[in-house]
């Protein structure tokens, strides 16, 4: 059964924005687009133990239809935390942000 599946047959589980609890997710929509990009979709990248997904909406979930992507970032620890927009400029700015990081990152790293 997927989260998705699991989050409509319980109402009170429905809020995507309650705490996952202890573990890997902050709360239950971080948990969601990780299921999510677990099929491949998305755009990864990766920084040493960072890996950073961008994922585009829109989302089925009635919560998060307002979103027009997210990133994602997952550490090296296994913690995965989601940045939400609903401003796909802002999204794609963001992701032009992080890729250009990463890029400067493997020059500065390529020249020791």
């Known amino acids: 059964m997927t989260l998705e599946q699991e989050l409509m047959q319980k109402p009170e589980y429905a809020d ?4 996952y609890g202890p573990g890997k997710f902050g709360d239950y929509a971080d948990a969601y687009l990780y ?3 677990l099929d491949g979709s998305g755009n990864t990248l990766y920084e040493g133990d960072m890996c950073y997904t961008l994922m585009r909406g829109p989302f089925e979930h ?3 239809r307002k ?3 997210a990133i994602m970032t997952n550490d090296g620890q296994g913690f995965v935390t989601a940045d939400w927009f609903t401003n796909k400029r802002k999204l794609d700015s963001e ?3 992080i ?3 990463i890029e400067k990152a ?3 790293f390529g020249d020791e």
Not at 16 to 19: D, K, N, V, Y
């Open 99 to 101: 890729e250009r990081e």
């Open 16 to 19: 995507l924005t309650r705490g």
């Open 67 to 69: 979103y027009r992507g």
């Open 35 to 37: 299921e999510l990009s």
């Open 95 to 97: 992701w032009k942000r």
């Open 62 to 64: 009635p919560q998060l």
């Open 106 to 108: 493997a020059e500065e």
